[in-house]
């Protein structure tokens, strides 16, 4: 136990943690190379770029590998490490290193962290509603006859009498309002619901793809307080989901090498369901993760209840070896 009670973190040596950092960095540069070149060469990608741009993430946070709470770095106060925010420095058994500052983490999420985890836990708490089959942006288009297109850099692969025709035969069922916002004016009480702010949380269903890709944005927002895997698997999924919602679309995005899914039929909306359905068990599991991440924590804060059975204690890794070894990744 530390002097203000709380449970010492698992001392991480040098060569297994920074081993951890290695890999991560790799899978994100994996993940990013190509958007990084393209951003270079000012070529726009309808698909990825999203994900940097409304989300407001950048590749070089994505690229920092955090342990989340519990765990000393061993000799990371060395490395610039130090002047990264939510780390503070601390010793185990006179090894030194940094560990993850859990209060500096609630004191800059506040209310936002809060705020994602009374979201997660809601979507949580009822079944997915598959069948909207992505006319968010088809609504978003609607009666727009070639003015005030969102993506006005892409072109479409139908008409706009056809796109229209598509949402007027068509229930829009979007329960997402940040897809909703967007919708244009008579698209508006086209919807199924009137959509708000404050009632996100009571909206929100684990089969949209836009909520499921918000949860990427929660992690990253989490920032040090998220171990590095988490933010690694739902950066993935968000990608993935990302390219299904706008192959959904009403966009021709053969530039790009990506074929439509073409909910305007039959097939296309079998198609576009049963990416929903695996959807659904995937961005739940990470909602699970990051409602993990968040308890550890509050776990490891100066304000959390101690005990010997506290939630939350990292594992002692003192004699893991980089090649048995990961991160936790709640």
């Known amino acids: 136990m530390t002097a ?32 990084l070149e393209r951003r270079r060469r000012g070529e726009p990608h309808p698909v990825v770029d999203f994900l940097f741009t409304y989300y407001r993430t950048s590749v070089g946070t994505a690229g920092r590998w955090h342990p989340g709470p519990g765990l000393l770095l061993e000799g990371a106060h060395r490395t610039e490490r130090r002047t990264w925010r939510h ?5 185990v058994d006179g090894r030194a290193g940094l560990v993850v500052d859990a209060d500096s983490v609630l004191s800059r999420g ?9 979201i997660a836990e809601a979507t949580l708490s009822r079944p997915g509603a598959t069948g909207c089959f992505g006319l968010h942006e088809w609504a978003m288009l609607y009666g727009t006859r070639g003015r005030e ?20 035969a068509s229930t829009l069922r979007c329960t997402h309002f940040d897809a909703f916002r967007f919708f244009t004016e008579p698209a508006v009480p086209l919807n199924a619901h009137r959509l708000t702010r404050d009632d996100q949380p009571h909206r929100e269903q684990p089969a949209c793809l836009h909520a499921g890709m918000d949860v990427y944005a929660w992690v990253a927002a ?28 009403p966009y021709d995005l053969s530039r790009w090498g990506l074929e439509p899914i073409p909910i305007e039929t039959a097939a296309g909306r079998a198609t576009f369901v049963a990416f929903q ?5 995937r961005s739940s599991a ?26 939350g204690v990292a594992p002692n890794v003192r004699s893991a070896t980089p090649a048995t070894t990961r991160p936790n990744s709640a």
Do not use: K
């Open 110 to 118: 506040g209310a936002r962290l809060e705020r994602n985890r009374r």
């Open 222 to 249: 989490m920032e040090a307080g998220a171990p590095g895997e988490l933010l690694v698997d739902a950066l993935t999924a968000a990608f993935d989901a990302r390219e299904i919602d706008m192959r959904s679309s």
């Open 277 to 281: 359905r695996r959807w659904i068990a």
């Open 4 to 35: 203000g009670g709380q449970p010492a973190p698992a001392v991480v040596p040098e060569e297994i943690w920074t081993a951890w950092a290695r890999r991560h960095r790799a899978t994100v540069d994996a993940l990013t190379t190509d958007h």
């Open 149 to 168: 297109i969102r993506h006005g850099a892409v072109p479409l692969r139908l008409s706009h009498e056809r796109i229209d025709e598509v949402v007027r």
């Open 87 to 91: 780390y503070r420095h601390a010793q």
């Open 286 to 311: 990470l909602r699970r993760r990051y409602l993990a991440a968040a308890a550890r924590v509050d776990a490891w804060s100066s304000g959390a209840p101690r005990g010997d059975d506290q939630t």
